[in-house]
């Protein structure tokens, strides 16, 4: 609940900057659709319930679906897919794409399930939600999230076409993003290393901006080692940065003088490297480093370690890592925050133009059509988060506005005349 309490806030109080009024502030915090089921599956031979949910926020679109990562973890909460949806939405408008937010899950470790079991469940689910018509390409489109990858989606994908395929023709593809790439598999280069790579685009932006020297800016320590984090350090190590520490959920490595770019290509896990080894806890709190970027899971950073981080810049690779207290210790102490929903909005732009590929979608001049080179995409990825980036800090800094209260209102301006329209407030 407190996650979701944590966005309601921040979104009501971008809200009142904008003076929306208290019925457009109901809207913003309502939502289309909660909906959870029990998946009836079968793991390690016994048959069991799975508490499976998603959900929709409000959106602007009549016409466009709403977007979001589908998660496999044990501990799916409906009040945190209620917050990650709100994000999603802010992110979307906040990039300007034409979708609404969303987010779902199924409480289960894919690390303990084969992989026969996993595609069952995969299944499952898209039968369940196809049954309540709540999958489509200008239904509901999904993504990888935490605990699921390519491979799945690609499964969600070819469960909707053979149950769809014979009532309708559609563009089955479109139904999902974040497939894999390569012949009848209809996925876009460069979706798997998006945000990573966009994590990178926005801090250079933000500290040019900022007049800060990237020079100045050079040791990070990153809590996260999965898509997003491991990605990131591949990026920045290439880039010349010092990646001197790095977590996963089995605790985190240190070393002082640093990973080198081959070494972080060549492993899965943070601890496989040789390094000393240190806690999640003692990485956030780690003295000798500029740049903590968080690509874990939610709430991290709380009031209880904000006074202890040292770094100078956070640079959110995870969705909703830093609870409002600890923004708060984190202002006064002139740490610099760039948000979620700016920093790590990479994978959702790519995401929105294999949608636009897969579905035929050729309105938006913004999506590389006639190309299938990572480089090509990752740019036109570039170019819309660096705009972005540009209006939060310009919006920031001629209100005063923390990056992340800024990056809030801007997205919630880009939507309020349309949701003004559609709903007669």
Not at 5 to 25: C, F, M, P, Q, Y
Not at 107 to 123: F, M, N, Q, V
Not at 184 to 195: F, H, L, S, V
């Given at each position: 609940m407190r996650n979701l309490e944590n966005i309601l806030g921040r979104v009501r109080k971008s809200a009142e900057l904008l003076e929306l009024g208290d019925k457009l502030i109901e809207i913003l915090t309502s939502f289309k659709c909660i909906w959870s089921c029990d998946l009836p599956v079968k793991i390690r031979g016994k048959q069991q319930l799975i508490p499976a949910v998603r959900v929709w926020h409000r959106s602007p679109h009549n016409d466009k679906p709403t977007k979001g990562g589908i998660r496999f973890?044990?501990?799916?909460?409906?009040?945190d897919m209620q917050a990650h949806a709100i994000e999603m939405s802010l992110k979307n408008w906040l990039m300007e794409l034409p979708f609404g937010g969303a987010k779902g899950g199924v409480a289960i470790d894919p690390g303990r399930c084969s992989k026969s079991e996993l595609k069952a469940i995969t299944e499952k689910l898209v039968d369940e939600l196809d049954e309540r018509n709540m999958i489509?390409?200008?239904?509901?489109?999904?993504?990888?999230?935490?605990?699921?990858?390519?491979?799945?989606?690609?499964?969600?994908?070819?469960?909707?076409?053979?149950?769809?395929?014979?009532?309708?023709?559609?563009?089955?593809?479109?139904?999902?993003?974040?497939?894999?790439v390569g012949y009848g598999r209809d996925g876009i280069p460069g979706r798997e290393q998006a945000t990573g790579y966009g994590l990178i685009e926005v801090l250079e932006i933000v500290l040019r901006l900022k007049r800060i020297s990237p020079d100045n800016m050079k040791r990070v320590a990153i809590m996260g080692f999965g898509n997003v984090g491991a990605n990131a350090a591949r990026f920045l190590a290439q880039k010349g940065y010092e990646i001197i520490a790095l977590g996963d959920v089995d605790g985190a490595v240190?070393?002082?003088?640093?990973?080198?770019?081959?070494?972080?290509?060549?492993?899965?896990?943070?601890?496989e490297l040789k390094a000393a080894?240190?806690?999640n806890h003692e990485l956030l709190e780690l003295f000798d480093i500029d740049i903590l970027l968080?690509?874990?899971?939610?709430?991290?950073?709380?009031?209880?370690?904000?006074?202890?981080?040292k770094a100078k810049i956070i640079l959110e690779g995870a969705n909703g890592p830093t609870t409002p207290e600890a923004d708060e210790i984190l202002e006064s102490r002139e740490i610099l925050v760039i948000p979620d929903i700016l920093a790590n909005a990479g994978g959702v732009t790519v995401s929105f133009f294999e949608w636009a590929r897969n579905t035929g979608y050729a309105k938006d001049p913004r999506v590389p059509f006639?190309?299938?080179?990572?480089?090509?995409?990752?740019?036109?990825?570039?170019?819309?988060?660096?705009?972005?980036?540009?209006?939060?800090?310009?919006?920031?800094?001629?209100?005063?506005?923390s990056l992340r209260q800024a990056a809030y209102t801007v997205a919630i301006k880009h939507v309020a005349s349309l949701l003004r329209d559609k709903y007669l407030v």
């Amino acid at each position: 609940m407190r996650n979701l309490e944590n966005i309601l806030g921040r979104v009501r109080k971008s809200a009142e900057l904008l003076e929306l009024g208290d019925k457009l502030i109901e809207i913003l915090t309502s939502f289309k659709c909660i909906w959870s089921c029990d998946l009836p599956v079968k793991i390690r031979g016994k048959q069991q319930l799975i508490p499976a949910v998603r959900v929709w926020h409000r959106s602007p679109h009549n016409d466009k679906p709403t977007k979001g990562g589908i998660r496999f973890h044990p501990n799916i909460k409906l009040t945190d897919m209620q917050a990650h949806a709100i994000e999603m939405s802010l992110k979307n408008w906040l990039m300007e794409l034409p979708f609404g937010g969303a987010k779902g899950g199924v409480a289960i470790d894919p690390g303990r399930c084969s992989k026969s079991e996993l595609k069952a469940i995969t299944e499952k689910l898209v039968d369940e939600l196809d049954e309540r018509n709540m999958i489509g390409p200008y239904l509901d489109v999904p993504a990888p999230d935490v605990g699921t990858n390519p491979e799945i989606m690609n499964w969600i994908r070819q469960r909707f076409a053979q149950r769809r395929r014979t009532r309708e023709t559609a563009q089955f593809a479109g139904v999902v993003t974040g497939k894999p790439v390569g012949y009848g598999r209809d996925g876009i280069p460069g979706r798997e290393q998006a945000t990573g790579y966009g994590l990178i685009e926005v801090l250079e932006i933000v500290l040019r901006l900022k007049r800060i020297s990237p020079d100045n800016m050079k040791r990070v320590a990153i809590m996260g080692f999965g898509n997003v984090g491991a990605n990131a350090a591949r990026f920045l190590a290439q880039k010349g940065y010092e990646i001197i520490a790095l977590g996963d959920v089995d605790g985190a490595v240190y070393r002082r003088d640093g990973f080198d770019p081959d070494e972080l290509s060549r492993v899965k896990t943070p601890h496989e490297l040789k390094a000393a080894k240190i806690t999640n806890h003692e990485l956030l709190e780690l003295f000798d480093i500029d740049i903590l970027l968080p690509a874990a899971l939610e709430n991290v950073i709380t009031e209880e370690n904000a006074l202890h981080v040292k770094a100078k810049i956070i640079l959110e690779g995870a969705n909703g890592p830093t609870t409002p207290e600890a923004d708060e210790i984190l202002e006064s102490r002139e740490i610099l925050v760039i948000p979620d929903i700016l920093a790590n909005a990479g994978g959702v732009t790519v995401s929105f133009f294999e949608w636009a590929r897969n579905t035929g979608y050729a309105k938006d001049p913004r999506v590389p059509f006639n190309t299938e080179y990572d480089k090509s995409i990752l740019t036109a990825m570039s170019d819309i988060l660096k705009k972005a980036a540009v209006e939060v800090f310009e919006y920031s800094s001629k209100h005063q506005l923390s990056l992340r209260q800024a990056a809030y209102t801007v997205a919630i301006k880009h939507v309020a005349s349309l949701l003004r329209d559609k709903y007669l407030v």
